[in-house]
């Protein structure tokens, strides 16, 4: 379940987003501020978020194998309690913000 973006799919992401940013007629960049700069600041914010959610996903993997029972991974079992522990980490994430 974990996503996997390479450095220039990032990149192009970041691109993508300084584009439309720049088309909205109400977004003004402070002075000074320029593409290549503003790419890396989405470019880390990207690279966060998803170490973010890495980091939850290993939480849950563990959460499982801690399990009494042996869940086999990929196993119907395995994947109802992947979601549910999931949507649990994620809405405590959500509860902190």
Same mark, same amino acid.
């Given at each position: 379940?974990?996503?996997?973006?390479?450095?220039?799919?990032? $990149?192009?992401?970041?691109?993508?987003?300084?584009?439309?940013?720049?088309?909205?007629? /109400?977004?003004?960049?402070?002075?000074?501020?320029?593409?290549?700069?503003?790419?890396?600041?989405?470019?880390?914010?990207?690279?966060?978020?998803?170490?973010? /959610?890495?980091?939850?996903?290993?939480?849950?993997?563990?959460?499982?194998?801690?399990?009494?029972?042996?869940?086999?991974?990929?196993?119907?079992?395995?994947?109802?309690?992947?979601?549910? /522990? /999931? $949507?649990?980490?994620?809405?405590?994430? $959500?509860? $902190?913000?």
């Amino acid at each position: 379940m974990t996503v996997r973006l390479s450095r220039a799919k990032i $990149n192009r992401i970041a691109d993508i987003v300084i584009e439309l940013l720049q088309q909205l007629d /109400y977004v003004d960049f402070p002075p000074g501020v320029d593409a290549p700069s503003l790419r890396v600041t989405i470019r880390k914010a990207i690279e966060k978020e998803l170490r973010m /959610y890495q980091e939850i996903e290993e939480k849950v993997v563990q959460k499982i194998h801690s399990q009494r029972k042996t869940v086999v991974e990929g196993s119907r079992e395995w994947d109802i309690l992947f979601r549910k /522990y /999931y $949507n649990e980490e994620i809405s405590k994430l $959500n509860k $902190n913000l």
